[in-house]
DNA sequence: ATTGCAGTAAGTGTGTACACTTTTTCTTCG
DNA sequence: CGAAGAAAAAGTGTACACACTTACTGCAAT
């Protein structure tokens, strides 16, 4: 039997499954995002127990949590199927992501942000002005704003001190292609007026005005949604 | 061995486990909902197995099922405990309910009504308006308006043709204490302003104002949270 | 008395057999 | 040749046994 014992315990908090499931529910989870299955199609569970080399329990807890972050859907005495996510469920996904971070940004302004916290924000901030400005994209530049990102918008998160309401969000980034950590739109301009965004919330929380916050919030992430329809539509496709 | 395959199939979709499993789940929600179990405490799989007179199996499946709807917290190795819900907590529900719901208005709005979702909300507009027109409860009045009120509810939700959103909305609606089912203020006056809430709510839909709806339906439902915590900080407890 | 360390009990994790349901295939009749 | 139905195959649902991990208890040493 593999001992693969070394297993990826950072998983969202309350998120089920031991030891073994939990490895099966990552490998599943990279089949279904990496389009090894498709969309539509059922998950067998002695194919893929024979396959994963484990037996049928573990694969089984690991469809149920897959079930349960809506990646697939159930049927009684037929089993698993993977959801199928059409453009407009995508587009959705953003409008809701939009909601919730405004509402976490919201939080986060009326209760404040940690030393560490404020500590990492700024340092995002700090290092995207950098990165920004040169006025032009290096090669990679765009894989590291990625990250300056998705640690603004973490962090943020973390302090709106809402179990809940991270993980709903953490839904809305398991969907395909709706990841904060997939920049959209590549051009200079949009990343610059993204972070400009980040400025601007940042100032809204330490400037104690949750409104302001949230609706800045929203708009933001609604206009990564706008970006990546117009980038849809326009190349085709 | 019981013979209860009656089961409501009625549930939520998406939602995983079979036949036995999904009414276990029922069970042992029902267990953490009127307290039969404690907050914190830890949710045995014999001890379940027992009283609920099946195996292991079903028990496990319902209960990552729980997890998955965020009412049990799970560690490797230890189990599911049932998950605190302090105050902060459900008012923060609330927030987020009225930020979902005023989505789901807003895409209703964009989306338009089907001729019987029409109906159905005209008819509990209808049904509203009467049982106000006395000016005064009678015994049994408020169980009536809860009906009404979440067939509003509901209806709208359909309409906005979102999966996910609605999901996420019966997660918010099984926190304890935070279910639309559950009138919090009883007075007269409050419901009479929250029928309206409904009537300008619905007229907004009508009129294609996406953008007025989802700002009288989160109005509407963060009023709720503001009852709640008033009736709750009022009577001491 | 307190701390540390067995040894043991309790509890979860996984594999597997079998029951039941669904789906496919093959046969038979129109 | 097509459709309906029955048998077979495939697949899910449940129970249960055993492995492994965690929690507890009691004993010994300081």
Redo the contacts between chains.
Sequence with gaps: MTDLTAIK?TEA???????RA?SVMERIRSFILDGTVHAGERMNEVRLSKSLDVSRTPV??A???L????L???A??RG?IV?EFPLG?IV??Y??RA??E??AAR?AAERGLSDSERATIEKSLVAGDELLSRGEFAEGDLLIYRGINGDFHDTLLAAAR????S??IR??HH?PMSSSRNIVAFEHRDVRRRHDDHHRIYEAIMASEPWRAEAVMREHVSSVRASLVKSLTHRGQ
Excluded: K
């Excluded at 079930?67 to 809506?70: H, K, P, V």
């Design positions: 315990t908090a309350s998120v089920r499954a031991g030891n939990l089984r807890a469809l149920q949590a079930a349960g972050e809506g697939l859907d159930y009684p005495n698993f959801r469920v959705d996904a409008e809701i909601s919730l405004g509402l939080f809402n179990r809940m309401l993980e709903m839904i809305c969907v």
